[in-house]
């Protein structure tokens, strides 16, 4: 079943920019029985984990996020680029390869207390999920989990996120 998802990725090279191996899902989105294996595989860690919340990052993690939080009976929050959420917000600052970037959460997202899950279509560095989970934090929103469809594991992006959260990436490449 992995392998079958692993191989319907398709790696388009020099995209958006030259040296990217930019990792494209959409084969896994358009074939049913491969989204519905994606959605079980990243949801079947947390069904037990009382969460309430799912947050998925702009913009491919909100197709699966949506489907997870769907999946675990709970609420779904964008995290979006800064100035495209109309409501009060709380932001964080995170690096790129050149310069840095803004990402913003509704304050009123998620309750003190609330036990959310973290989602993203992929892992690179971990710098955004690393601010997306600050974003978390500031809220009072307990992290119960990370959960990835892809990881590249050479650029180690879960070492910046906390080592006593369970952190699952269906494929690695
Ligand atoms: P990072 O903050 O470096 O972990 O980057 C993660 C974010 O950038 C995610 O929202 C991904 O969708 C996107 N991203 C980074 N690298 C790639 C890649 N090689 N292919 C597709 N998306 C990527």
Do not use: W
Not at 47 to 60: H, K, L, N
């Amino acid at each position: 079943m992995i392998t079958r998802l692993a191989r319907a990725v398709r790696t388009i090279p020099d995209f958006p920019d030259k040296g990217i191996q930019f990792k494209d899902i959409t084969p896994i989105l358009s074939d049913p029985i491969l989204l519905r294996i994606a959605v079980n595989a990243l949801t079947d860690p947390f069904r037990d984990s009382g969460i309430t919340r799912v947050v998925g990052i702009e913009a491919r993690g909100f197709i699966l996020g949506a489907m997870i939080a769907d999946e675990l009976a709970a609420g779904f929050i964008p995290i979006r680029k800064a100035g495209k959420l109309p409501f009060r917000t709380l932001s964080e600052t995170y690096d790129l390869e050149y310069g840095s970037d803004h990402i913003e959460i509704h304050e009123d997202a998620i309750l003190p207390g609330e036990r959310v899950l973290i989602h993203d279509d992929l892992i690179a560095t971990g710098g955004t999920a690393a601010a997306t989970a600050r974003l978390v934090r500031r809220l009072g929103g307990k992290i119960a989990g990370f959960s990835f469809l892809i990881e590249l594991d050479d650029l180690d992006g879960r070492s910046r996120l906390e080592t006593d959260i369970t952190i699952i990436s269906v494929l690695h490449f």
